[in-house]
């Protein structure tokens, strides 16, 4: 615990602001850039593969797809299809991957044309300050094409898409902006279905339970909101029983639903609350777990005096994935809300996006032996893996040899201090 170097499974050449990981190929895709300022810096979504040799991990860059003018400043996976926040709108685009072979009858179908490319591999020398490292023949190639785009934010000045969701069936696809609107597309049809002012200011960030019944959204004015399509269900207060907090002393951050492991039918919703003004002592974070059915808090604790800028629940839910504006990453029980990992400033700057590595037959063999492994991005261009060993266990019978041995000494110990005492 506490300050500690994490190798970097990755450096770009842009400031990184999310990443995603495709659970049916293992593929990992960040996404950033410099936006439309005229400062040379690039704005693209790389694809990189991750490879666990012996028990180090390292990633290879397989394809970088480039956006233009627009950074890619969040994203969500839909299948094999990225929604993108760039700018005021989400853009939609289909990935793939093919084998060189077919790249010979193909080639030059990709609007990026970069698929050709050589692919460079995390090393060293690329952790040391550069995105070119060792270079190797490619094995397989990934397209990318644009498949539609919606105006996702409509603020006079400077619009910004602020998140972006699918839903679990992918039926939908959801965003929210700095104007604090929720609007909702029909998916793959993207004809809209929900477009309502969810908040008074900017929307920072939304999800939806896994049946499609409620959508929660967090904004900067000091509300988490649950609603039914575009009704109120009732807005969530977290610190009722804490007289010590007022009302406009903290905001919330993030929101995420999670399973319950071994629970199937129940679920979980987990808030993060952040202060609303900077004190010369530092307040706490809080984080919050609700039922995500009847949403009613269950518990709430401290997580650090570091303000956290993202949160991310493991698919399992068993974990929940925090980062900070300071650039240090966190690793939480969901059931207790107890840290279980830390790593301070790991990053030089802002944490701005996590992915817990999925419960798929792709990730799998990546994961080594640990109990879980989440990936951290920041605007120092950096990706890293923050993984935590499998924790040893005494198997059951032992427990119970070694009870019954230590019942037989102190009944072997009695009989010798009192004779005749059985």
Known sequence: MGKRK????????F???????????????????????KTGIKNGVHFLSLELVGSQHSA??????????CATMNMALGGDVIAAGQDGNCSLMRFRQRTPKEGQSTSGKDGAGQQGGPRRRGGKGQNGGGDVAQMKDESLQILVENVGTVQSDLSLQDPVQKCVRFSSDLKLLLTGGADGYLRAWEYPSLK???????????????DISPDNKHIVTVGRDFTCSVWSGDQLALGLCWHENMPHITEKMYRYQSCRFGKVEDHKDALRLYTVQIPYKRERKPLPCYLTKWDGKSFLPLLTKTCGNEVISCLSVSDSGTFLGLGTITGSVAIYIAFSLQKLYYVQESHGIVVTDLAFLPDAPKCKPVKGNNEVAVLSVAVDSRCQLHAVPNRRSVPVWLVLFLCGLLLVGVVLLLQHLFPGFI
Request: hydrophobic share 35%; aromatic share 6%.
């Open 6 to 13: 994490v190798p970097d499974l990755y450096r770009a050449p």
């Open 15 to 37: 400031p990184l602001y999310t990443v995603k990981i495709d659970p049916k190929t293992g593929l990992i895709l960040t996404a950033g850039g410099g936006g439309a300022s």
């Open 60 to 69: 290879t860059l397989l394809h970088s797809h480039d956006t233009g003018a």
């Open 192 to 206: 809209e279905k929900l477009n309502f002012k969810a908040h008074t200011d900017e929307m920072e960030d939304l």
